[in-house]
């Protein structure tokens, strides 16, 4: 799987758009990004995923760069309980294993 | 919702016993993982499953075994608890497919070794 660079820690205003950074300049074409949060210890939670194409859900929404280099998760009114550690991850769908980097600590400020 | 299931929750004993890690799925799904994760760190894989009767090694290295008899059960034991196994370890399942492959997480086991 292509790595991955997050800012190891960032902080986000109550209310307003976060939008967090990935980094996979050496991904290929049949892989995924997928982004993820862990709430303080929980298990992490599936937030979206997209190959070529931005995608949005409820939680979130995913752009992707053109050239697929780079990515940002937005989460469009970020409130208190949005602070989690952030993961973005990128795998060839069907790939047997699933790995977390450091991920990208969040804070949403009052 | 996730239906995935870890027991126990919170598990406290003494250095050498043998103890086993539960963890159980009800969604059907092929692949299975478990993480160890000590506070304010990083997510490690330490073994994963493709299936029943597979089982694979993960990126941390890890003293624990595991096994994969029936789909829907991963069970993780350590022969031989130490304190150094003092952490909390996540299971996790995901159903192969080009639609949906969203990761489900159990609430985690804490463990702590004395």
């Known amino acids: 799987d292509a790595k991955t660079t997050q800012p190891p820690s960032m902080d986000c205003a109550e209310g307003r758009a976060a939008n967090l950074p990935c980094n996979h300049s050496?991904?290929?074409?049949?892989?995924?990004v997928y982004w993820y949060r862990q709430i303080h210890s929980q298990g992490p939670q599936y937030i979206i995923h997209g190959l070529k194409n931005n995608e949005t859900n409820e939680m979130a929404s995913l752009i992707i760069t053109e050239d697929r280099k780079s990515s940002t998760l937005i989460l469009p009114h970020a409130t208190l309980r949005d602070t989690a550690v952030y993961y973005c991850i990128v795998r060839v769908n069907g790939n047997n294993r699933l790995a977390f980097g450091k991920g990208n600590q969040v804070v949403v400020i009052p | 919702e996730a239906d995935i299931y870890q027991t126990p929750r919170y598990l406290v004993i003494g250095t050498g016993k043998k103890i086993t890690l539960e963890c159980s799925q009800t969604?059907?799904?092929?692949?299975m993982y478990w993480y160890q994760q000590d506070p304010g760190m990083e997510l490690h894989l330490i073994h994963y499953?493709?299936?029943?009767?597979?089982?694979e090694k993960g990126d941390l290295s890890s003293e624990s075994t595991v096994s994969r008899i029936r789909t829907e059960h991963f069970p993780l034991t350590l022969e031989s608890a130490r304190p150094s196994h003092t952490s909390q370890y996540l299971c996790?399942?995901?159903?192969?497919?080009?639609?949906?492959?969203?990761?489900?997480f159990g609430q985690g086991t804490r463990l702590t070794v004395v």
């Open positions: 499953s493709y299936g029943v009767n597979s089982t």
């Open positions: 996790a399942s995901k159903q192969t497919g080009a639609g949906n492959t969203e990761a489900f």
């Open positions: 050496t991904i290929s074409g049949n892989e995924y």
């Open positions: 969604m059907g799904h092929d692949k």
